[in-house]
């Protein structure tokens, strides 16, 4: 099991900080940086820009300061063989800064994490645990995927956003013209931002979005699936079970007899 030592989420220093571990902190100390600072590890120097993260091995002598104040971080100390043996499987870098593809994934995970510390009952440290691994597991994965190319790191957070309000609004009508004139962009380069970052068209997402809408109301709600359509933002029921069918690979009655 992974062990949480202790965390903090957007911690603020008002009078900036200063943190100097000159034999390693014992555990593994990860740090999210939301202001700018300066790193020192394995006798390196180099400045943390917002929304880049690192993770410090146990025995790593490093130090980090603030490059503006007040300086915001989220922070989390932990420790585990489990945990040695995850990082490896993941090849997930230590003592390395690197910048978040997604600026969104941390910050979402450590609310999480600190709600999992406070948890009361006999589960906590379980909970705690699949917290963690949640957190190491989706870093690694973006990691693994191709680096993303300066212009699309430019609109990350930006389209990151829009990506969690589409999943947040199945129902809504809402054309790719209009998505892109959101971040000023043309039609064109924000198809193609889109894909870059999520490595799917946003037109999928939106269906895919649309039936897993439609998947939690089938298997939850006594709805017909011409209502259950029009809730997820189809006027045509003959389309909306032809997505359906293409994205869940049943038509929306079956599906429905299937988590029955």
Not at 51 to 78: G, M, Q, T
Not at 97 to 126: K, N, Q, W
Not at 136 to 156: C, E, H, I, Q
Request: proline content about 5%.
């Amino acid at each position: 099991m992974i062990r949480l030592i202790g965390c903090g989420c957007r911690f603020a220093h008002r009078e900036g900080i200063e943190i100097e571990r000159p034999r390693g902190a014992g555990n593994y100390a990860f740090v999210f940086f939301r202001s700018r600072a300066e790193i020192r590890v394995d006798g390196r120097l180099e400045q943390a820009e917002p929304n880049s993260y690192i993770l410090f091995s146990p025995s790593a002598p490093h130090a980090y300061r603030d490059l503006e104040k007040p300086f915001v971080n989220d922070w989390f100390h932990c420790e585990g063989e489990e945990l040695d043996e995850l990082l490896g499987q993941l090849d997930f870098p230590t003592d390395r800064l690197i910048r978040a593809s997604d600026p969104s994934l941390v910050p979402r995970h450590m609310l999480e994490l600190r709600r999992a510390e406070r948890e009361l009952g006999p589960y906590r440290d379980r909970i705690v645990d699949l917290e963690l691994r949640g957190l190491f597991t989706k870093l690694g994965n973006a990691l693994a995927r191709r680096s993303v190319p300066a212009r699309t790191d430019r609109y990350a957070e930006m389209l990151s956003r829009l990506r969690g309000e589409l999943y947040g609004s199945p129902d809504a009508r809402v054309s790719v013209e209009e998505l892109a004139g959101r971040l000023n962009l043309s039609k064109s380069y924000f198809q193609h931002l889109y894909k870059e970052l999520f490595g799917c068209s946003v037109l999928t997402d939106m269906i895919r979005g649309r039936v897993e809408y439609a998947q939690y109301l089938l298997g939850s709600t006594k709805r017909s699936v011409g209502e259950i359509g029009r809730l997820c933002g189809y006027d045509n029921e003959t389309h909306f079970m032809r997505q359906f069918k293409q994205f869940a690979g049943m038509t929306p009655g079956a599906y429905r007899k299937s988590v029955r």
